[in-house]
T-cell receptor, first 112, second 117 residues
Framework: SQQGEEDPQALSIQEGENATMNCSYKTSINNLQWYRQNSGRGLVHLILIRSNEREKHSGRLRVTLDTSKKSSSLLITASRAADTASYFCAPLPIQGAQKLVFGQGTRLTINP | DTGVSQNPRHKITKRGQNVTFRCDPISEHNRLYWYRQTLGQGPEFLTYFQNEAQLEKSRLLSDRFSAERPKGSFSTLEIQRTEQGDSAMYLC???????????????FGSGTQLSVL
């Protein structure tokens, strides 16, 4: 299967804490992307990490990629109520169709 | 850059009716994608275009679904003889694929919420 599998399916933390979400995939990839979706809205691109990169930062986001384990993690530091959303990973495979396929995501709730 | 626009935002229809949704991508984007999403699930890939060519259509998509992108700009998604199981959010996304550059990112519209009664 081309899609990534996010874990956990749901995560609830207190505001100010860090949130970590994980993604596993099965194929060799060109890159892996993370997207956020607020309730009732479209997805918003957060960050892209290439297969030859191990870590990438963007503001309060930190993404890691371990191609040997076929896994990625998204860390959100100092969480805010506005971070409440669903988060999806999307690996882009080397072989086959060049399209993004999404899993069920992680539903993150930040409690004030 | 006005973003990806989808119309209508909401559509309520009766079972058996036909519906059509429209997506206007970001103007310079050559790729356009359609996804379907039900509550609590991730977006499910339906089909995508590069310019006016439809490159792939999901095997899960029945013959009642058809999509077009006649001039490589806006796209329409039509569902014929709607069923209650078609109720979902239909998302459109666009991207710019330049040659072999594969690090494109998708820009999504806000979706069309379809309710089939």
């Amino acid at each position: 299967s081309q899609q990534g599998e996010e874990d956990p399916q749901a995560l609830s933390i207190q505001e100010g804490e860090n949130a970590t979400m994980n993604c596993s995939y099965k194929t060799s990839i060109n890159n892996l992307q993370w997207y956020r979706q607020n309730s009732g809205r479209g997805l918003v691109h957060l960050i892209l990490i290439r297969s030859n990169e191990r870590e990438k930062h963007s503001g309060r986001l930190r993404v890691t990629l371990d191609t040997s384990k076929k896994s990625s993690s998204l860390l959100i530091t100092a969480s805010r109520a506005a971070d409440t959303a669903s988060y999806f990973c999307a690996p882009l495979p080397i072989q086959g169709a060049q399209k993004l396929v999404f899993g069920q995501g992680t539903r993150l709730t930040i409690n004030p | 850059d006005t973003g990806v626009s989808q119309n209508p935002r909401h559509k309520i229809t009766k079972r058996g009716q036909n519906v059509t949704f429209r997506c206007d991508p970001i103007s310079e984007h050559n790729r356009l994608y359609w996804y379907r999403q039900t509550l609590g699930q991730g977006p499910e890939f339906l089909t995508y275009f590069q310019n006016e060519a439809q490159l792939e259509k999901s095997r899960l998509l029945s013959d009642r679904f058809s999509a077009e992108r006649p001039k490589g700009s806006f796209s329409t998604l039509e569902i014929q003889r709607t069923e209650q199981g078609d109720s979902a959010m239909y998302l459109c996304a666009s991207s710019l694929r330049q040659g072999q550059h594969i690090n494109e990112k998708l820009f999504f519209g806000s979706g069309t919420q379809l309710s089939v009664l």
